[in-house]
């Protein structure tokens, strides 16, 4: 059985960090590449950012450039996204996705929320 669990969010004041975990199991991780993407209320799910199956060529969405980071663990089935210099517009539902050829899969989202 597939499932990918996020953890990590919560409630953050503006300018502070969160980071992200996603726990894979039920397919061979190491194979897909995996990513991050959020959707806020009223607004269309978007990319966050992307890394590849063996963890090279890390892609951002331009809002995210330069304050978050994405990596993997492959011995640990897990997927970060590191959240720095957070920003209200940044309060989302964040879910990570698995990706490779036909396939993919998606967790249920964790909340981020950005306020003082």
């Known amino acids: 059985q597939v499932q990918l669990v996020e953890s990590g ?6 300018g502070g960090s ?10 061979t991780f190491s194979r897909y590449a995996m990513s991050w993407y959020r959707q806020a209320p009223g607004k269309e799910r978007e990319l966050v ?5 063996t963890g090279s060529r890390p892609i951002y969405g331009d809002s995210v450039k330069g304050r978050f ?3 993997r663990d492959n011995t640990k089935n897990t997927v970060y996204l590191q959240m720095n210099s957070l920003k209200p517009e940044d309060t989302a ?24």
């Open 9 to 14: 969010g919560g409630l953050v004041q503006p």
């Open 18 to 27: 969160l980071r992200l975990s996603c726990a894979a199991s039920g397919f």
């Open 49 to 53: 950012a992307g890394i590849t199956s």
């Open 69 to 71: 980071t994405i990596s």
């Open 93 to 116: 539902v964040y879910y990570c996705k698995a990706a490779m050829n036909r396939y993919d899969y998606w967790g249920q989202g964790t909340q981020v929320t950005v306020s003082s």
